[in-house]
């Protein structure tokens, strides 16, 4: 149910972005937004119970593997990948946070997150250099993502047996271009953290929708923004993908290539 709630998440943001692209919308929508569209659906409450109890399962998965896993990943790197998720699992808990006050209140005024933790952090003493160094891990993550669409081996984490190979190659597909449009996003959202940091306005803060917005502002922008959406839109089938096939494994791996798999799952894709 988490990966189904992180998919529905993308999807609903590449799907505003690809409608911005076309000019059937002013601006895109970020996680939070989009999930707040689910309120304005029929049986709007009903879909944001079950999205709250997937954005819950998929904090919980982050937060195990932030501690459990990857298996056989130590030094440095290991480091890296435990912080990355436990990063996630924050994020996903604010997530479900959100979810579970809209469910509460479909009308509630939830307001803009991230500007509001931005106006907190730079209320603090050295709040800009906090900031600066935030954004500067964002934009590393998104060179991160960058290396893993061309180099993660996707197929090590699917249940390859019960898959056709037709659909091992499109989901190899999907993953990789889901991958670097979250890479473009990701460096984005790390150029406006570093922007925010450097003129000390918390409302130049951005989350996925903002960094869409600011790909509309360039030159050839709504063909930038469309590529970008789709690729998100990919990404949210992916994670779909991943809760049909997705290869889990509850005990200590045996095998050498059950150790790839769950290596390569490290951050989930």
Do not use: N
Not at 79 to 96: K, N
């Amino acid at each position: 149910m988490g990966y189904v709630a992180r998919g529905v998440v993308y999807l609903l943001v590449g799907g505003t972005g690809l409608f911005v692209a076309v000019g059937l919308a002013e601006r895109a929508r970020g996680s939070s937004d989009a999930i707040r569209l689910l309120t304005q659906l029929p049986m709007g409450r009903v879909l944001i119970a079950a999205l709250t109890v997937g954005l819950v399962g998929y904090s919980t998965l982050s937060f195990v593997a932030a501690v459990r896993a990857p298996e056989g990943t130590t030094g440095a790197r290991g480091a890296i990948v435990r912080a990355a998720d436990a990063i996630a699992g924050l994020v996903y808990a604010g997530l479900s946070a959100l979810a579970v006050r809209l469910l509460a209140d479909p009308t509630a005024d939830t307001g803009s997150a991230s500007e509001q933790w931005a106006a907190r952090l730079l209320a603090l003493s050295g709040g800009r250099t906090l900031m600066a160094v935030a954004g500067l891990v964002v934009a590393c993550a998104g060179g991160y993502l960058a290396y893993k669409s061309i180099a993660l081996p996707v197929t090590a984490q699917l249940e390859r047996r019960k898959v056709s190979p037709a659909v091992v190659r499109a989901v190899v597909w999907l993953a990789r271009m889901g991958l670097a449009a979250r890479a473009v996003l990701f460096t984005l959202c790390g150029a406006l953290l570093m922007r925010a940091a450097a003129t000390g306005e918390p409302r130049r803060v951005g989350g996925l929708g903002d960094a869409l917005d600011t790909l509309a502002d360039a030159p050839a922008g709504p063909v930038v923004v469309g590529l970008v959406a789709l690729g998100c839109v990919a990404y949210g089938v992916y994670q779909l993908a991943k809760a049909r096939w997705r290869r889990v494994r509850l005990g200590a791996p045996t095998e050498a290539a059950d150790q790839v798999a769950v290596t390569a799952g490290a951050t989930h894709g």
